[in-house]
């Protein structure tokens, strides 16, 4: 008999709606029986973040996955990017996150992996998730699953350090962290144990789902006022910012600027290339150019890939690349099956960072040389003709489509591309001075609002 539920909650990547009327515990029932039926799964473990909706929707997504012959084992309150670790290093052949990473309090979702935290999309089994939880059409198993738990954090924690390459040369550090009343307040002690001379002055890491302090995105510098305000207060050698699901991860420097994943996309990529000479290094077309430079600079090959890690993780594991990065926080890492992790690239800055004599704004002084606009978001009723009208405005430029529209210049460039699931469309400019970043964003933005 086929179920009726609001199947606009099914994105591009994960599952998200709002609790109690898109996202129910009856909606997650059937989500669950459908995701062990749908993909062949037989031995899955989930986790799930702070907010307070999280218990309801563990308890019917594990009746679903039991239901339809899969063991579950809980792994409790968690980070994404531990529920990544913990599908790869346990071997589980599934795994599920309960979080709406960086959405508001009334927001909760699912994040899908199978077998080597490989992500889980629309393309790639979503659909038949979605598919089959709407037609009800589930076969009964020879037998029900069972119910096991298991705690990770330790581990978790020992595992992210294994990417410093010596933890005893990491500097006596003292760094305000960001939890943002999100998932990283738990990990964050779970790793920085393992470096005792680093010290860790900590913001919101009560774990709350309301958000009492502010929004756990990151990405938006009014979310790092308080981290800002903390780093100079307390004289701290830089500060970092997570999301609400903590897979995300942020820098403020020791005079309260604001790096962007750019930057830490090249830091980390010259960390990486230390430990693996002229190994591929991805970014994503919206990194700064200094990103390309920087991997060249260190004897790596830069590889340019689209946004979005479920085009990411494949590529790097196709081309066996050891990290990428984007510029919304998210880095991927080989040793970590290919997966994303804030707290693995905060490590690895201050791995590169320790070698420096001086402090965080002379370590990434040689990647931060461009003026970048940030991501700037319009509604428009129709992407698809504004994309052509930058077209037509720019045509004097390099044009590519690798993902929507670059335009490039020798001194500045433009991308405006499509949001995968609002109607957004997205721009972002880079210049090689402050005024030509400027004229070029303020000459988009009037092609868009036209």
């Given at each position: 008999m086929p179920n009726a539920f609001d199947t606009s909650i099914f994105k591009s990547y994960d599952v998200r709606g709002i609790v109690g009327t898109q996202l129910t515990p009856d909606v997650a029932y059937l989500i669950g029986r459908a995701f062990v039926q749908a993909l062949g799964r037989t031995n899955i473990c989930i986790g799930r973040d702070m907010r307070p909706s999280g218990e309801a929707l563990l308890d019917a997504l594990t009746r679903g996955a039991v239901d339809g012959g899969a063991n579950v084992t809980h792994i409790g309150l968690i980070s994404t990017d531990a529920l990544y670790f913990a599908v790869g290093h346990y071997g589980f052949d599934g795994g599920v996150m309960i979080t709406a990473s960086h959405n508001p309090a009334q927001y909760n979702g699912l994040k899908f992996c199978r077998e080597q935290a490989q992500a889980i999309s629309l393309d790639t089994g979503l659909a038949d998730v979605r598919d089959l939880a709407v037609s009800g059409a589930f076969s009964e198993p020879s037998r029900k699953g069972e119910v096991a738990s298991r705690e990770i954090l330790d581990d978790f924690g020992k595992h992210c350090v294994s990417f410093v390459r010596d933890p005893a040369k990491i500097k006596p550090y003292t760094i305000a962290i960001d939890a943002g009343?999100?998932?990283?307040?738990?990990?964050?002690?779970?790793?920085?144990?393992?470096?005792?001379?680093?010290?860790?002055?900590?913001?919101?890491?009560?774990?709350?789902?309301?958000?009492?302090?502010?929004?756990?995105?990151?990405?938006?510098?009014?979310?790092?006022?308080?981290?800002?305000?903390?780093?100079?207060?307390?004289?701290?050698?830089?500060?970092?910012?997570?999301?609400?699901?903590?897979?995300?991860?942020?820098?403020?420097?020791?005079?309260?600027?604001?790096?962007?994943?750019?930057?830490?996309?090249?830091?980390?990529?010259?960390?990486?290339?230390?430990?693996?000479?002229?190994?591929?290094?991805?970014?994503?077309?919206?990194?700064?150019?200094?990103?390309?430079?920087?991997?060249?600079?260190?004897?790596?090959?830069?590889?340019?890939?689209?946004?979005?890690?479920?085009?990411?993780?494949?590529?790097?594991?196709?081309?066996?690349?050891?990290?990428?990065?984007?510029?919304?926080?998210?880095?991927?890492?080989?040793?970590?099956?290919?997966?994303?992790?804030?707290?693995?690239?905060?490590?690895?800055?201050?791995?590169?960072?320790?070698?420096?004599?001086?402090?965080?704004?002379?370590?990434?002084?040689?990647?931060?040389?461009?003026?970048?606009?940030?991501?700037?978001?319009?509604?428009?009723?129709?992407?698809?003709?504004?994309?052509?009208?930058?077209?037509?405005?720019?045509?004097?430029?390099?044009?590519?489509?690798?993902?929507?529209?670059?335009?490039?210049?020798?001194?500045?460039?433009?991308?405006?591309?499509?949001?995968?699931?609002?109607?957004l469309l997205r721009l972002n400019v880079e210049g090689d001075t402050r005024a030509l970043m400027e004229k070029g964003r303020d000459e988009a933005l009037a092609v868009i609002s036209a």
């Amino acid at each position: 008999m086929p179920n009726a539920f609001d199947t606009s909650i099914f994105k591009s990547y994960d599952v998200r709606g709002i609790v109690g009327t898109q996202l129910t515990p009856d909606v997650a029932y059937l989500i669950g029986r459908a995701f062990v039926q749908a993909l062949g799964r037989t031995n899955i473990c989930i986790g799930r973040d702070m907010r307070p909706s999280g218990e309801a929707l563990l308890d019917a997504l594990t009746r679903g996955a039991v239901d339809g012959g899969a063991n579950v084992t809980h792994i409790g309150l968690i980070s994404t990017d531990a529920l990544y670790f913990a599908v790869g290093h346990y071997g589980f052949d599934g795994g599920v996150m309960i979080t709406a990473s960086h959405n508001p309090a009334q927001y909760n979702g699912l994040k899908f992996c199978r077998e080597q935290a490989q992500a889980i999309s629309l393309d790639t089994g979503l659909a038949d998730v979605r598919d089959l939880a709407v037609s009800g059409a589930f076969s009964e198993p020879s037998r029900k699953g069972e119910v096991a738990s298991r705690e990770i954090l330790d581990d978790f924690g020992k595992h992210c350090v294994s990417f410093v390459r010596d933890p005893a040369k990491i500097k006596p550090y003292t760094i305000a962290i960001d939890a943002g009343n999100g998932m990283a307040g738990l990990t964050v002690p779970y790793v920085f144990k393992y470096l005792p001379q680093v010290k860790v002055i900590p913001l919101f890491f009560e774990l709350d789902g309301t958000f009492p302090n502010h929004p756990a995105s990151p990405i938006e510098d009014e979310n790092k006022l308080a981290l800002r305000k903390a780093v100079l207060d307390h004289t701290c050698d830089l500060g970092a910012a997570f999301d609400g699901d903590a897979d995300r991860m942020f820098i403020v420097d020791e005079q309260g600027g604001f790096p962007d994943g750019s930057i830490v996309t090249a830091a980390v990529g010259v960390a990486t290339l230390k430990k693996y000479p002229g190994s591929k290094i991805l970014y994503n077309l919206i990194c700064s150019r200094s990103v390309p430079e920087a991997i060249v600079q260190h004897g790596g090959t830069p590889v340019r890939s689209q946004v979005g890690h479920s085009l990411i993780k494949p590529q790097m594991r196709e081309e066996n690349i050891p990290f990428g990065g984007e510029h919304s926080g998210h880095f991927y890492f080989r040793e970590n099956w290919f997966a994303d992790s804030g707290m693995i690239a905060l490590l690895q800055c201050l791995d590169l960072f320790s070698e420096i004599d001086g402090p965080v704004t002379q370590a990434i002084a040689p990647y931060n040389t461009r003026f970048r606009s940030g991501e700037i978001n319009t509604t428009v009723a129709d992407a698809d003709q504004k994309m052509h009208h930058i077209e037509e405005r720019f045509k004097d430029g390099k044009i590519d489509h690798l993902d929507g529209v670059t335009v490039e210049y020798p001194d500045w460039w433009l991308n405006v591309r499509k949001s995968n699931t609002e109607p957004l469309l997205r721009l972002n400019v880079e210049g090689d001075t402050r005024a030509l970043m400027e004229k070029g964003r303020d000459e988009a933005l009037a092609v868009i609002s036209a």
